[in-house]
C-alpha cells in the first residue's frame, strides 16, 4: 500500500520543490498519480489545457533543482506525477550520454528519445515498477489502460520538449548543464531496473 511517508530533506535549510499543481481542481487521479491536462500534439486521453504552462513545463524547470535531493516529502497526487517526470528525464539525459561515441546529434537524440518514450514501461502496481511503495495501483483495467496510455503521451511530449532545451543553442551538441546531471539520482530511484 502506498504511503505519505514524510521523508525529511537531504538539505534540511533548502526543501525540495513541490508542484504548484497540488491544489488544481477536478484533477483526474488514477490511483494516486495526477493525470494533469497537457499542452501536446501527441494523441492520448489528456485533457488539453489552455494554460501556456503545463505539469511537464514545471517538471523541466524543476528537474535540475530538485535532482540533489534524495528524500522528498509527497504532499499530492501532483507531486507523484512530478517524481515520475522528474525521473524519466533522468533517463532520458542517462540514454543520450551512454550512447557509443558521446552524445549523439539532435537528429539521433530524438530518436534515441523517441524509442525510449514508446518502449514498453511498467505502470503503478505492476511487479516491474521500481516506485510500488510511493504509487497505488489502478482500481481496475480500465484505470490501468488509461494510465499506460497517458503515461505514453507524457513521456513523448516530455522528450520533445527536454530536448528542446538540451539541445537549445542549435547545436548538434547537447548542453553540458544538462548532460552532468547524468550522475544525480532524484530520491536515489529510477524508472529502469537497472
Known amino acids: 500500500m502506498a504511503t505519505n511517508t514524510i521523508i525529511s530533506p537531504a538539505i534540511p535549510s533548502m526543501p525540495a520543490y513541490h508542484s504548484t499543481f497540488l491544489n488544481e481542481p477536478d484533477t483526474r487521479v488514477v490511483g494516486n498519480f495526477a493525470v494533469m491536462p497537457l499542452r501536446t500534439k501527441f494523441r492520448g486521453p489528456a485533457y ?4 501556456d504552462y503545463d505539469i511537464l513545463d514545471e517538471i523541466l524547470d524543476l528537474f535540475r533543482a530538485n535532482s ?3 528524500n522528498f ?5 501532483a507531486d507523484r506525477t512530478l517524481i515520475y517526470g ?15 561515441g558521446g552524445p549523439p546529434p539532435l537528429t539521433e537524440a530524438g530518436r534515441v528519445l523517441n524509442t525510449l518514450a514508446l518502449e514498453h514501461f511498467s505502470i503503478p502496481g505492476d511487479p516491474g515498477f521500481p516506485l510500488n511503495s510511493l504509487y497505488l495501483a489502478p482500481r481496475d483495467r480500465s484505470e490501468a489502460d488509461l494510465l499506460r496510455a497517458y503515461l505514453s503521451q507524457f513521456r513523448q511530449e516530455l ?3 527536454l530536448l528542446a532545451r538540451v539541445y537549445s543553442d542549435g547545436a548538434d551538441k547537447p548542453s553540458k ?13 529510477s ?4
Do not use: H, Q
Open 48 to 51: 488539453p489545457t489552455a494554460d
Open 68 to 70: 540533489f535531493f534524495r
Open 73 to 77: 516529502e509527497i504532499k499530492g497526487p
Open 86 to 100: 522528474i525521473l524519466f528525464i533522468t533517463d532520458c539525459l542517462s540514454a543520450l550520454a551512454t550512447k557509443a
Open 159 to 161: 522528450a520533445v520538449r
Open 177 to 189: 548543464y544538462w548532460i552532468a546531471f547524468t550522475r544525480r539520482r532524484f530520491m536515489n530511484k
Open 191 to 194: 524508472l529502469t531496473s537497472s
